[in-house]
């Protein structure tokens, strides 16, 4: 039998899975602020869900079987398509905009590399129903606020593919070809790029970021007003970024590597991270809730890369709460066990977190283990003090202890 766990997948550990849960509460309390609802859908979809519109890249990378009755299926390797579809049945009837959020597994058959996984997790936000530069900012400062929640230093990273693709369109390549060349461009491939756009313009634009970039590109597209309609909303944006004082730079070469985005989109790194330093990425599409749904509402949305938030926070040395205290109940002997059991009840109905020798140790051997996990207090208890309604509360790590009343205990443990 082969035992070992697959390439790309990992398992948690209780103290991970404590960061993790710590990571995800926040990040809920943050989706409530904003009131965002959480949603969930299948974990395999067809196929097809996922071909459409996701981009050639993504294509590539999916986990695809065919079940029983010979369908292809395939496991998500993201959310938005299946919220897409999902709108068309259960959200059409919900007030618009439709705030949703989501925390799940996806996979991707990628090759595994740090903070690269086939089974990775994305906390992602879609507002769907609305096309206003208001929704592009407001989604921006959801994800920028996320991350001050948590205290992550990070730069964002701002473009509009709407101004590409419009430029394209003026250039005579249509949408499906759109689609390629943002692909090679998300993949720098500039070759494959030169066979298919043979303007400059096109090549100067990418090349637009930093400062003033908004300038530099208007001086560049005189002769697209289509085009400088696109970089105005662009402009609108920032200027919401800048009155809510949310840095950002702007990059006219960023594109993604999903296919479905048609308008603003964004990034979100974290420097020291290494090559996958990308811990959030999103923007609008405009046309993918249509296609699934047959209902023509634009949207916006974002996921994180749940796992490399947490990556993030560690490199960063931000602290996480730690765990409550611990109490361990220990019998002195074998004839208190009974009573043992008795008060560790007690203490778990008042919410304490109470651990129980369950292996008939000795009264050393308990307070060894008790040390040893990080205990706050060992309650000893034991026939003599039993007599009195009482145990011994021993502080774990002033090394001292002494009897109390059973009744005061809960009292005492609160106190400390
Ligand atoms: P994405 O950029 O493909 O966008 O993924 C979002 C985030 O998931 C990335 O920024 C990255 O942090 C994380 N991620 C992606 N692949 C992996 C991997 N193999 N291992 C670990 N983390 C990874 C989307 O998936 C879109 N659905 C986001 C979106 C929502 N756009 C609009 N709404």
């Known amino acids: ?30 989706a409530g602020r904003f009131n965002y609802g959480e949603v969930l859908f299948p974990l395999f979809e067809y196929t097809q869900l996922f071909q459409l519109k996701s981009g050639e890249e993504l ?29 068309g049945t259960s959200l059409r009837n919900m007030q618009k905009p439709v705030k949703v959020y989501y925390y799940a597994p996806m996979y991707r058959y990628e090759e595994p590399q740090k903070n690269r996984y086939r089974e990775f997790w994305q906390f992602g936000f879609e507002l769907i129903g609305t096309n206003t530069r208001e929704s592009d900012a407001e989604v921006l ?24 693709r419009t430029l394209l369109a003026e250039l005579g390549i249509d949408e499906s070809q759109q689609d390629h060349v943002i692909a090679c461009l998300d993949r720098k491939n500039i070759n494959e790029l030169k066979k298919i756009v043979k303007d400059n313009v096109f090549f100067d634009l990418m090349e637009v970021r930093g400062d003033k970039a908004i300038e530099k590109a208007r001086g560049m597209l005189k002769g697209y007003p289509k085009v400088v309609e696109k970089l105005d909303e662009l402009s609108v944006i920032a ?129 060894e283990y008790a040390s040893s996990i990080k ?23 002033r090394k001292e202890q002494k009897e109390v009343k059973i009744q005061d205990l809960e009292k005492i443990l609160i106190g400390n």
């Open 141 to 164: 400062l959801l994800a920028v606020d996320c991350l001050k929640e948590l205290g992550i230093e990070h730069s964002l990273e701002l473009s509009h593919l709407g101004i590409l």
């Open 1 to 30: 039998m082969n035992a070992e766990r697959l390439r790309g997948t990992r398992d948690f550990t209780p103290e991970e899975m404590r960061r993790r849960h710590f990571v995800e509460s926040k990040l809920r309390e943050v």
């Open 59 to 87: 294509a590539g990378h999916m986990y695809v079987f065919e079940d029983k009755s010979g369908r292809s299926m395939c496991l998500r390797p993201e959310a938005t398509a299946s919220v897409a579809r999902m709108f």
């Open 375 to 397: 205990a706050k207090y060992a309650i000893i208890v034991g026939l003599k003090e039993l007599k009195e309604g009482k145990v011994v509360l021993r502080d774990m790590n």
């Open 239 to 367: 200027s919401l970024l800048d009155s809510a004082k949310i840095k950002y730079s702007i990059n006219l070469g960023m594109a993604r590597g999903l296919a479905y985005y048609t308008g603003m989109i964004f990034e979100i790194r974290v420097l020291g991270l290494g090559a996958q330093n990308q811990i959030c990425g999103g923007g609008r599409y405009d046309n993918l809730v249509k296609l699934f749904s047959g209902l023509d509402e634009p949207a916006v949305g974002f996921a994180f890369g749940f796992d490399r938030v947490l990556d993030a926070l560690e490199m960063q040395k931000i602290e996480i709460p730690e765990q409550e205290k611990v109490v361990v109940v220990a019998p002195a002997s074998m004839d208190s066990r009974e009573k043992a059991f008795e008060i560790a009840g007690q203490l778990r109905k008042k919410n304490f977190r109470v651990d129980l020798d369950l292996m008939n140790r000795k009264l050393a051997r308990v307070l």
